[in-house]
C-alpha cells in the first residue's frame, strides 16, 4: 500500500496550496468522493496562449503502483491541441508513459501538463487536425481554433464564478 500514504501526503500538500492561491490556483486536483485512486480538478490555462483564461477540467486514475507507475490523466473539457485526443482527452505526455519517475507528484504532474499546453509537440499527435495545421505553419489558424474550444469548453471553474457572483 505504498499508493496509500504517499496520495495522502500529497493531498494535503495539494490542499495548503489551494488555500494559499485561492479562487484562481493554477491547479486544484481532489480525491473524487475521498477515493485516493481516483482524482478530480482543473488546470488553469497558461497566459499568452490560447488557453489562457480556460479552466480544463482533468480527471486521474491513480494505479496502486503508484509512484512506481505513472497516473492515467485525461482532460475531460475538449481542447484543440495536437497532443490531446479529441474524443478520449488522452494526453501524449512523455512523462505518464517512458519518462516517469517516483519523483513526479500528482501536482507537478499536473504542472507538466500546463506547460505542453503552452508548447505543443505537433511531431507526435494525437488530434491530427491540430498538429497538421502546426506542422503547416499555419499558427494563426491553430490559435484560432484552440481560442475558440477554450472559450466554448473551458469556462472558468463553479468555486470562480459562485466567488465573482458574490
Given at each position: 500500500?505504498?499508493?496509500?500514504g504517499?496520495l ?10 489551494a488555500?494559499?492561491?485561492?479562487v484562481?490556483a493554477?491547479?486544484?486536483l ?5 477515493n ?18 480556460g ?5 486521474v486514475?491513480?494505479p ?9 490523466v ?14 478520449t ?10 519518462a516517469?519517475s517516483?519523483?513526479w507528484t500528482l ?7 500546463i506547460v505542453?499546453?503552452?508548447?505543443p509537440?505537433?511531431?507526435s ?10 506542422r ?14 477554450t ?12 466567488s465573482r457572483?458574490?
Open positions: 500500500m505504498m499508493a496509500g504517499r495522502l501526503k500529497e493531498h494535503r500538500e495539494m490542499q495548503k496550496d488555500r494559499v492561491a485561492g484562481d493554477e491547479i486544484v481532489a480525491p473524487e468522493d475521498g485516493l485512486s481516483h482524482w478530480v480538478g482543473h488546470v488553469r490555462g497558461p497566459v499568452e496562449t490560447p488557453y489562457e483564461n479552466y480544463f477540467k482533468i480527471d486514475v491513480v496502486s503502483s503508484y509512484p512506481l507507475s505513472p497516473p492515467n485525461r482532460l475531460i473539457s475538449k481542447v484543440f491541441h495536437p497532443n490531446v485526443h479529441p474524443k482527452g488522452e494526453v501524449c505526455l512523455d512523462i505518464l508513459k517512458t516517469w517516483p519523483a501536482a507537478s504532474t499536473a504542472r507538466a501538463l505542453l499546453l503552452g508548447h509537440e505537433p511531431d499527435p494525437l488530434n491530427c487536425d491540430a498538429g497538421n495545421l502546426l503547416a505553419g499555419d499558427g494563426r489558424a491553430f490559435r484560432s481554433l484552440a481560442r475558440m474550444y472559450k466554448l469548453c473551458a469556462g472558468p471553474p463553479p468555486e470562480v464564478v459562485a457572483q458574490r
